[in-house]
């Protein structure tokens, strides 16, 4: 499709995952938002901390090629296979993305590779997906033996708001919850910790004060002036230098999971 390889053609243009035209809106916005930025730069040092040796990698829900690029400037030696189930997001990381990433549609509840990557990502993905279970299996699957996985996902279902549904997010997970699915999947956890703890009490405020008969505007909780932005970066910065300290945070709006295949 537009000259991609789909594995999932039927689902390309519309599902439940998100809305159709969601990458549209995120292109614009990631790279004006303090919270793309972070999280970008705690992915890279994660990256580089637990997988410096990764050489084949595989990238779930990769959208825009935001995290995409991130992966690439961490991992400069790494192939990259970047999957994204909508054909619209798979125009934008096109443009963002070099060619040592290989674009690929593709629904990751199917994923149709055996023993094939060093590491399997996905960030803020498996909150779209009701089957995440399924999903982590069919990573396991695709690893080879001692390969790893990194995720990150929104955290604690007292924060779900309408943003989360406006997301088409299917749940908010519990503190152990994703870590628990992974030991399942047949998983060792490596790293397992909470991010943005430090705005979590702004973040609750906003999310449980926004008035749910309004519409909501997408990407306005993040569309802040200049000095704020440069502010919760700093605030998220700090934790970051604390996560690479070795410091698990235990509560935050995110959780992000480390693992490598048990067998």
């Known amino acids: 499709m537009d000259g991609i390889l789909a594995f999932a053609p039927e689902l390309a243009l519309e599902n439940d995952g998100m809305d159709s035209a969601a990458h549209d809106h995120l292109d614009i916005l990631q790279d004006g938002s303090f919270w793309f930025r972070a999280r970008n730069r705690l992915i890279g040092d994660l990256l580089q901390r637990h997988f ?10 990769c959208g825009t090629g935001y995290v995409t690029r991130a992966i690439e400037q961490a991992l400069p030696e790494a192939r990259i296979n970047a999957t994204e189930i909508y054909v619209n997001g798979l ?27 060093d590491l399997v990502c996905a960030f803020d993905v498996l909150e779209h997906i009701e089957e995440d279970e399924l ?5 396991a699957l695709a690893l080879v033996p001692g390969g790893g996985v990194m995720f990150s996902v929104p955290q604690h279902s007292w924060l779900w708001s309408q943003v989360d549904t406006f997301s088409h997010h ?51 909780e993040l569309a802040l002036p200049r000095y704020l932005d440069r502010t919760l970066e700093w605030a998220l910065d700090m934790e970051r230098r604390v996560i690479g300290a070795g410091v698990s945070l235990p509560i935050g709006g995110s959780r992000f999971v480390v693992a490598r295949l048990a067998r």
Do not use: W
């Open 52 to 61: 410096p040796a990764a050489r084949r990698v595989l990238e779930l829900g």
């Open 91 to 117: 125009a934008h990381a096109a443009q963002r993305t070099s060619g040592r990433v290989e674009l690929i549609q593709m629904d990751a509840r199917k994923i149709p590779y055996r023993d094939e990557f």
């Open 135 to 139: 999903v982590l299996e069919r990573i």
């Open 170 to 220: 299917k749940r908010r997970y519990g503190r152990a919850e994703l870590a628990a699915k992974c030991r399942a999947a047949g998983l060792e956890i490596v790293r397992d910790t909470s991010f943005v703890t430090s705005l979590l009490p702004l973040m609750y405020l906003q999310r449980m004060t926004s008035r749910k008969d309004v519409a909501l505007e997408p990407g306005k």
